[in-house]
């Protein structure tokens, strides 16, 4: 452990718009959420409250971290202070980030869509908010909707720059606020404090103030560490995390199925608009921008729909709002926005119409990997889950209608874990999703199986966001 003075603790921490186009090296727990979809690096929901790492009040009133899990408690702490939910490496999951479902839905783009999306974003890079060098001229407010209930416990800010463009350029204050009732009303003060500037090696973590389960945050940042006027530098901000502990999210079976508009592109026939189709954790759909159209292929893992447009192999997450809203963030360009309202004219996918073209059949005709998400497996499994059957299926149907393709059955993972231990797992599940199609009478000697591991991302494996993209199965096509 490390002691650290009360009121902050310091630790050291192990879509764009559609329209405009791991495991660890111990099986982790899981705390029964929904299950996830094609995960070949088995990162699980967030942990039940037992695995939480502690922050405790000693008997001399300083605050204490635990390093380890709460197992690893030392004896002498005493009354727990706060739990934190950690991942199956131990470390404290963040439920501000896009990757656990988190997205704006109040801000004004111009004046707060940096702020927020540096907040949600996951990534420690500086982001501009201001351009003022003592501050913003006006507090900085922006609301963000959870996918489920989640009691915050501790909130923190990582390590500042020591650099010219950031040292004591940083906002000042953050006041969290949140909401059970509506992202409306309801909101009482979770925490509020003061980044110091300096602390370039160790996160600082604030205690909450109040520990309450809220559905929506209310976010403001205002100050700036050190007002210069005659600084030639603007204010800026890194990340805000948030730990604590979530409920597991409820979806229904049809939550991806519908019709959103996604803005411009005028009305009626004529409007841009995207839509999907959920069957189990398979979701696929098409849609329209600028008068071109465009195919979806997805999945979704814990409630996040991850998917790809086309041919593009540029990952979006996205999640259905408490307003039926798709809300949705292009992995690598650090935006998150509200995609569309329900609505719009009907598309080629539309129940009626004709179905939308099946992905894998389009990769395979154009000689190109086939991105498949949708395929789930037991935690530290390779047993297939019964939610993964339609993306089987969807890769069964054009396998079966090309019976002398030879195809890679490749599985991908995040970089979470050991290299090693990732080859092995998605090598395993690889060769699972080759003996499910073998037994439903795709030939065997026109198939094999390999893990990729961590080795191919195509997202970044910095944010939960782009790890989650990075997790799933390829059907690669032997050409030629």
Known sequence: MMRVRPGWVSIVAGLALVACGGPADEPPETAGAVPAAEDPSDTPPPPAPADAADVVVDEDGSVVVAEDSAADVAEDVAAPLQDFSVDAQGEPIDFLTYGAGAFPIRFDRESQGTAAAAVLDGRLGYASISRSPTGPEQPITFHVELPADTTFTVFGIPPQSSFGCCSGAHIRTVTVEGSATS??????????????????????????????????VRITLEGRQVPDPDDYRGTSFTELFGYGSQEPIQLGEDAFTGRWLTGGGGGGANANRIELIQDGALVTGCGTSGGSNFTVSGGIENGLLKYVVGADTVPIVAVINSKDQLSGAMIGRSFGRVIGESGGAPTSCTPGEAPPPNPVT???????????????????????????????????????????????????????????????????????????????????????????????????????????????????????
């Open 183 to 216: 992202p409306d009303d309801g909101y009482e003060q979770l925490a509020s404090f003061e980044v110091e500037p300096e602390v370039y090696k160790e996160k600082q973590l604030f205690p909450a103030d109040r520990q309450m389960p809220v559905r929506w």
């Open 362 to 480: 389009t990769a395979l005709d154009q000689c190109r990997a086939a991105i498949v998400y949708g395929i789930n497996f037991d935690v530290d499994s390779d047993a297939i889950r019964q939610d993964a059957e339609p993306a089987l299926n969807q890769i069964l149907s054009a396998l079966s209608e090309r019976p002398d393709m030879a195809v890679v059955i490749e599985g991908h993972t995040d970089s979470d874990a050991s290299d090693q231990y990732n080859l092995d797992l998605s090598g395993r599940r690889a060769a699972a999703v080759m003996t499910w199609l073998a037994g439903h009478g795709v030939s065997a000697d026109k198939l094999s199986a390999v893990g990729k591991g961590e080795g191919e991302p195509i997202a970044d494996n910095e944010t939960s966001a782009g790890k989650a993209s990075n997790r799933r199965v390829e059907i690669e096509p032997q050409c030629g």
